[in-house]
T-cell receptor, first 112, second 109 residues
Framework: NAGVTQTPKFQVLKTGQSMTLQCAQD?????MSWYRQDPGMGLRLIHY???????DQGEVPNGYNVSRSTTEDFPLRLLSAAPSQTSVYFC???????????FGEGSRLTVL | RKEVEQDPGPFNVPEGATVAFNCTYS??????FFWYRQDCRKEPKLLMS???SGNEDGRFTAQLNRASQYISLLIRDSKLSDSATYLC??????????FGQGTELSVKP
């Protein structure tokens, strides 16, 4: 029972490089989301999706792109990494209206 | 001002103590409310939902006051294993879930 799978778990980038954080869930959840967590800031919502083909911005969307071509996958793209994007990123999913988010284990990203 | 605010703590309490966490939210259209627990460097996990009538799960009691836009979590008879960060979460219309910054709890022997 895989749940929510995030890859990679660790990544180091140089300023200006691009990368994609992958997120997949096998629970047929409609809702998927990406959060970043920084010390003292809690989890801040980057982007979210309520179903395939539908995405919307969260609290801190700048510098990130997402797409939702299937129910299972919700990748997060950094087009030109900046040191301010150094953070721990969590992908999470849930059934709509249920409120119980299931999280991946997190991806620790460092931008030099 | 953040949409969901919590006292960041840390709260340092002895085993057996009762501790209460507070959370306020600014969007009166918020629909559902939750408490999550996060252990160090791990992913958050749902602790309990918060209902208008209040709800209890063992040593944990959650309360919601919609008029004051306030949520609370009470932990009785604290255990060492309760040491973690407790996150207040608010669900807005359309399913968007917003987290508070978390309150750190450290239970000492």
């Amino acid at each position: 029972n895989a749940g929510v799978t995030q890859t990679p778990k660790f990544q180091v980038l140089k300023t200006g490089q691009s990368m994609t954080l992958q997120c997949a869930q096998d629970m047929n959840h409609e809702y998927m989301s990406w959060y970043r967590q920084d010390p003292g800031m809690g989890l801040r919502l980057i982007h979210y999706s309520v179903g395939a083909g539908i995405t919307d911005q969260g609290e801190v969307p700048n510098g990130y792109n997402v797409s939702r071509s299937t129910t299972e996958d919700f990748p997060l793209r950094l087009l030109s990494a900046a040191p301010s994007q150094t953070s721990v990123y969590f992908c999470a999913s849930s059934y709509m209206g249920r409120g119980e988010l299931f999280f991946g284990e997190g991806s620790r990203l460092t931008v030099l | 001002r953040k949409e969901v605010e919590q006292d960041p703590g840390p709260f340092n309490v002895p085993e057996g103590a009762t501790v209460a966490f507070n959370c306020t939210y600014s969007n009166s259209a918020s629909q559902s409310f939750f408490w999550y627990r996060q252990d160090c460097r791990k992913e958050p996990k749902l602790l309990m939902s918060v209902y208008s009538s209040g709800n209890e799960d063992g040593r944990f009691t959650a309360q919601l006051n919609r008029a004051s836009q306030y949520i609370s979590l009470l932990i009785r008879d604290s255990k060492l294993s309760d040491s973690a960060t407790y996150l207040c979460v608010v669900e807005r219309q359309g399913g968007k879930l917003i987290f508070g910054q978390g309150t750190e709890l450290s239970v000492k022997p």
